[in-house]
DNA sequence: AGGACGGTCTGGAACGTTCCAGGAGGAGGC
DNA sequence: GCCTCCTCCTGGAACGTTCCAGACCGTCCT
């Protein structure tokens, strides 16, 4: 690759007849600069196709204006985030830089990598990293957690109000006019046990105690069937379902013994992921509000950077009900 | 953060009692040090927990040893390849650097934050720019492309051979006893045009032609499901599909309108994503060779940049048919 | 008229590393 | 005994930035 020695600072201040500091200053839009200058210095820049060497910069500096983020590259809903992380980073003046846990690739080697790299913040995606190491982690950088909810000291947490979340589902179903309502639950899944909290005391709350039923469940689609077969026995009117995969192949299992929805019973899912929006499933359920969400994560982390007071540890975002067709009134 | 000074070369020198150039020897592992000497500067670096600086080492070295990889991140199976990409990366002394299309960031500005992080080459997959944009990228950095068959001057390409791959799958159930077999296209996506080449071919090769019947479909399960229900006028006994989230949307349709597969119709996906080998959906489908291709992407690339000779500029990997449940002889 | 000041601009010293030229000291060949 | 050649080590110059101290030059105030 003959590709010729990359512009300098300097190539540029002599092209345009200047300083190599002036060229830096109008780089970085600092003031310093007569108008006329600056906008010499820029021509000449933009001759030579010069962009600044990141890496020099962040060296001398002492900073990198970069935040970490670790994801799960086989969850929907992360991308969902990661989209959200982007967008929230753009105006910040802060860059991402993205490290994947992959089946071959666990977290600490993720975050190996991200701390290498000198970011100086971390956002961590469902960590299923130890306490341990977590807290070990944020004594050493800032670290915020997303869609997971824990207690541990130095890290900021930004999570769905996971109960209100179920709350409105079982809420929407009950203005529908339904009683019998069961619950998939998610096991130990992260979020499971508020999800499962929040059923339960909206049932409570609806004097609908004796109906409360639980089925356990968990992540993906396979569980979900496994689930639904389970109700077929004795087929409530409803169910709310801890994730849209799982309430997808909740769905499946009753077209499959040939229960229709939303006619013989509703169904409620979680997350809003891009399944539930599919024409063909068109799934009820309830929108974590990613765009809040992620915006909080970044200003949070950006504000501990720049010394600015954060007000407490964890903040929760309240969830939103998207009614879609798979919720209808009971069959009288 | 109180994060005092990270320690540097020079500190480690003076804890060892050596210059500092014989630490930088030390850290690369390089020969010209005493054994003893050697375990004396470790010593020190372990009790000083240092560790390197990237940056100012990428900065004196010219090299950063950094691949950057643009990806969908709402795309299945570009996980699959970035996972892939990981594993081949380890071994050899590069590391990977993500940048995310998201649909608020376009390939562009992915592309871009690559080359400011100073990566010596780019992997794309399956990318959307045009070919003027790809031509000129590769004229400045070393450039493979993955899962997307284009030829353009300077770029190499890894892909799998598409038009085998639908062969087999028209092989398969044609070995089944099948005849009347349709299949349903990506339309413009990539690899879609060899697919329905492959599909033709072999459809010709088994005297089939008269059958040949192409439904317009698509990238997603809801165009999957409007496809199957234009089949349902006249219903074939077996349909090859563009990939697996469209034949995803095919079998809901089927389901729906009470035709059952694979007693009243076989289906063959494309991809083995992790949706094809889901239970409840068990779908006979053709398997990219996702390590081989990555692999490939890796070495390919590597190669190029330690100036190693690299043969030809298109690496097409064979797939492989993945029997499951969605395919059975006709029925009679 | 004599400062003081604010806006522009410059030169050079960092930042933490790698690379290069070379020095000290011992072993081996003649 | 001298030259050569290793092996092990050192000092200092890069790499492309940012940061700091200060120079220059008008303007404005007193």
């Keep these: 690759m003959p590709d010729e020695r990359r512009p300098t600072l300097t190539d540029v201040a002599i092209r345009a007849g200047v300083s190599k500091s002036l060229v830096s200053l109008v780089m970085r839009d600092e003031r310093g600069a007569s108008p006329e200058t600056r906008r010499r210095v820029l021509e000449a820049a933009d ?7 990141s890496r020099a910069r962040l060296l001398r500096s002492g900073r990198s204006r970069l935040l970490g983020v670790v994801f799960g590259i086989q969850h929907p809903f992360h991308a969902d985030l990661v989209t959200g992380l982007y967008s929230a980073a753009r105006e910040t003046g802060y860059e991402l830089a993205l490290s994947a846990v992959t089946p071959e690739r666990d977290e600490s080697e993720a975050i190996r990598g991200l701390r290498q790299d000198r970011c100086e913040a971390l956002i961590l995606l469902g960590p299923h990293s130890s306490a341990a190491a977590l807290t070990e982690l944020a004594a050493r950088i800032p670290v915020t957690v997303l869609a997971r909810g ?3 000291e130095g890290i900021d947490v930004v999570r769905t109000a ?4 179920t709350a409105q589902a079982v809420d929407h179903v009950v203005s529908l006019g339904h009683r019998r309502i069961a619950h998939i639950d998610g096991g130990r899944s992260p979020g499971a046990a508020d999800r499962r909290r929040g059923y339960r005391s909206a049932m409570k709350r609806h004097g609908l105690e004796p109906y409360i039923w639980i089925v356990p469940g968990g992540l993906t689609e396979e569980v979900g069937a496994v689930a639904a077969r389970e109700l077929l026995n004795n087929l409530p009117t409803a169910v709310t379902v801890f994730n849209d995969r799982c309430a997808t192949g909740v769905l499946d299992a009753f077209t499959r013994a040939n229960v ?3 006619r013989d019973i509703s169904v409620v899912g979680y997350d809003d992921s891009s399944l539930a929006r599919l024409a063909h499933i068109n799934l009820t359920t309830i929108a974590q509000d990613v765009p809040t969400m992620t915006r909080q994560a970044i200003t949070r982390l950006v504000a501990r950077l720049e010394g600015t007071a954060v007000a407490g540890r964890e903040s929760v975002i309240p969830p939103e009900l998207i009614i879609r067709g798979t919720t209808a009134p009971p069959r009288t």
Tied chains: 1, 2.
Excluded at 47 to 53: K, N, R, T, V
Excluded at 162 to 165: K, L, M, Y
């Design 150 to 152: 824990l207690k541990i």
């Design 162 to 165: 996971d109960a209100t979340g």
């Design 260 to 262: 229709q929805v939303p």
């Design 47 to 53: 001759e030579l196709g010069y962009h600044p060497d």
